[in-house]
């Protein structure tokens, strides 16, 4: 396992806040020059400046495909993927499921996962990966997210499959438990810290995941060479119980 990144170029699509932010953080940390893309042009201006560095920027719609393969066009070669972006969870049971609102939730966590891969893939130098995120309820559903289970369940496939298909590219994905981030923003400060809080007295680990801990693992199955088509739970043990 190398124990550095100096000399590496590491691309964070969804690097601007939460977990891609830590992971493009502590990537930069290990010598990596990285380049943070997401939608909000003020996000990444942010992310950069907080990043300081060789980190650069770039606003980026990953719903346009258009936009994406000019994007890594434009880049040219580099060493690892690291694939963060997602919009809120689409939480609702199949009997209140607007189909349409249904279908948009792979858009951002499918289609423009598939469009970045495939435009990525040319430019992704020997010795290169790519790692994707999920989530435990794939493998652990609770009650009333049919279609959050399905794209999580879903990302796990793809990862085994793509890591066939791009071979000897390496490609993993991290599956995190409940994380504090702004993905639950959509909650009330009251809700969320409720729910932060009850998660945390019932998963093993006493805790929730803080996104410097899940990054951590984005960036073990960067460095270490021969990990490929596995998905890791960071999840303080919250699927065993
Ligand atoms: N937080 C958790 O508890 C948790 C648990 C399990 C799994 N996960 C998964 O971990 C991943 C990261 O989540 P997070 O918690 O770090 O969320 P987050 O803080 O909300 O970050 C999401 C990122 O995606 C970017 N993004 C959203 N729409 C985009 C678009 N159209 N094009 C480009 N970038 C876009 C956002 O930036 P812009 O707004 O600038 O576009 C932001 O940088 C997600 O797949 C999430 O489902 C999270």
Not at 10 to 25: Q, Y
Request: charged share 20%; proline share 2%; with cysteine.
């Amino acid at each position: 396992m190398s124990k550095d990144l100096k000399g590496k170029k590491v691309v964070v699509l969804g690097g601007s806040s939460g977990i891609g932010l830590e992971v493009s953080r502590q990537a930069a940390e290990l010598g990596a020059e990285v380049v943070v893309a997401s939608s909000s042009a003020e996000k990444v201006r942010k992310a950069v400046a907080e990043l300081g560095g060789k980190t650069t920027g770039t606003t980026l719609d990953l719903k346009d495909e258009t936009a994406i393969a000019a994007f890594f066009e434009k880049l040219g070669a580099f060493d690892h993927l690291v694939y963060t972006a997602a919009d809120s969870l689409h939480v609702s049971d199949l009997a209140s499921t607007d189909l349409k609102a249904a279908r948009n939730a792979f858009e951002l966590r499918f289609w423009s996962l598939l469009a970045a891969v495939k435009y990525a893939t040319p430019h992704l130098r020997e010795g290169g990966s790519i790692t994707m995120t999920t989530g435990i309820y794939g493998r652990r559903p609770v009650k009333g997210i049919p279609i959050v289970a399905s794209i999580a369940a879903m990302m796990e496939g793809l990862t085994r499959s793509l890591a066939l298909d791009l071979a000897p590219l390496r490609v993993n994905c991290v599956s995190p438990g409940v994380v504090r981030t702004g993905l639950w923003n959509t909650m009330s400060e009251k809700d969320r810290d409720g729910f932060f809080e009850a998660t945390a007295k019932q998963v093993p680990a006493g805790r929730i995941g803080e996104a410097e801990d899940v990054a951590q693992t984005y960036l073990y199955l960067m460095m270490q060479a021969n990990s490929t088509g596995q998905t890791v739970v960071v999840d303080g043990g919250a699927s065993l119980v």
